[in-house]
């Protein structure tokens, strides 16, 4: 084999030529490995693309970080993802996804029982939000053999749903609105608490459904709800969704009724139909119409179900939340005249026009 050199042929070896060879090859094998270190170096210290967490149900989920797209697959939980700042990042819901107005704009993926994988996928989501009392099992192991992470929630107080909605911030990546959240929410029901909490209870009977007649059991977050309002529902019942007989309603016979804003277009008719129903007639709530009507806040395990609460707390008990004027602890010195007026002319004045000390006129 010959090189030219300068000009010059010159002859080089078979010897020489595999020394060039090895040289040479491994020359462009360093070179490499550098370009690919130097390649490598700066995700080293990036951040990693997954992140486990455990969720409500148990499972341990991998969370792709950060989370920038959310398909929320129950009304509470897109009440949440608001709540939290997060509206942005929401780019699908479900058809019963209605609150705040916004919502309804999002991509809509079906309904919470049966949505459409079809249109979740197209939607790319980091991530889909379930619950486990109302999205099936199937749905999530359908959205597991697409590759698409799901987080459940699953409260069942209101303490359960302040803490869910501070673990679901953690989760998304915004823990400080997640605490700001529940602070907010801990004040109002610790104010409540100081306002009822000399009050008897009042018996509720809080109705899902009239026809068959349905409320909800003791261990539900509406249940615990009820209490911090001040109630407590009288059907003592472990099922999350009781039905009740009419004949038991009577004899238990409630204070009030409540409906939640829903059925508020249909609660007078309701009550009207109820009272001419065997068993209804005897009941005092139907027959004196004590009936409060709530935001359907309270169906939803979310924050804003706290003004529902503080609503129908005020419905219950009007009195916890009179405000007494508190009396100025300024008075005027007796021998001093109201200013711009001149001495004699106050004593001119009738007895309802006299300023009397003590600043009450």
């Excluded at 042929?9 to 020394?19: D, I, N, W």
């Excluded at 929630?153 to 911030?169: F, G, N, Q, V, W």
């Excluded at 100081?194 to 008897?200: H, I, S």
Aim: aromatic fraction near 4%; proline fraction near 8%; include cysteine.
């Amino acid at each position: 084999m010959k090189f030219a050199l300068q000009g010059t042929l010159v002859k080089v070896s078979a010897r020489q030529r595999f020394t060039c060879f090895l040289f040479t090859a491994s020359a462009v094998l360093l070179s490499g490995a550098a370009s690919r270190a130097q390649s490598a170096s700066p995700l080293s210290t990036a951040s990693p693309a997954f992140r486990e967490v455990t969720d409500e149900a148990g499972r341990i989920v991998r969370v792709p970080q950060p989370v920038n797209r959310i398909v929320s697959l129950a009304p509470s939980l897109t009440e949440t993802v608001y709540a939290l700042g997060l509206q942005d990042r929401l780019v699908g819901d479900t058809d019963y996804c209605d609150y705040p107005a916004d919502a309804q704009k999002k991509t809509k993926v079906g309904g919470g029982i049966s949505p459409s994988l079809e249109v979740i996928a197209a939607l790319h989501p980091d991530l889909v939000l379930v619950t486990k009392s109302f999205n099936r099992l199937e749905t999530v192991h359908s959205l597991d053999n697409l590759g698409i992470s799901s987080y459940a929630t699953d409260p069942h107080t209101l303490e359960d749903i302040i803490a869910s909605s501070k673990k679901l911030s953690d989760v998304l990546g915004v823990p400080e609105a997640g605490a700001s959240v529940a602070a907010d929410m801990q004040r109002h029901l610790a104010d409540l608490q100081k306002r009822l909490a000399a009050l008897p209870p009042k018996r509720v009977l809080f109705v899902v459904w009239t026809q068959p007649l349905i409320s909800v059991g003791k261990d539900t977050f509406i249940a615990d709800a009820l209490r911090h309002a001040g109630a407590v529902s009288i059907v003592d019942a472990k099922q999350s969704w009781p039905q009740v007989s009419l004949e038991e309603v009577a004899r238990l016979q409630p204070d009030f009724l409540v409906f939640s804003a829903s059925h508020s277009e249909s609660v007078s008719p309701a009550v009207d139909v109820l009272a001419t129903l065997p068993g209804w007639s005897i009941v005092e709530a139907v027959s004196n119409r004590r009936v409060a009507v709530i935001s359907e806040a309270v169906n939803r395990p979310a924050p804003r179900i706290v003004s529902a609460i503080e609503d129908l707390a005020r419905q219950l008990h009007p009195n916890a939340f009179v405000e007494i004027p508190q009396t100025s602890k300024e008075k005027l010195p007796k021998e001093n005249p109201p200013p711009n007026l001149p001495p004699a002319a106050n004593s001119s004045l009738s007895p309802a026009q006299k300023i009397i000390p003590g600043g009450c006129a």
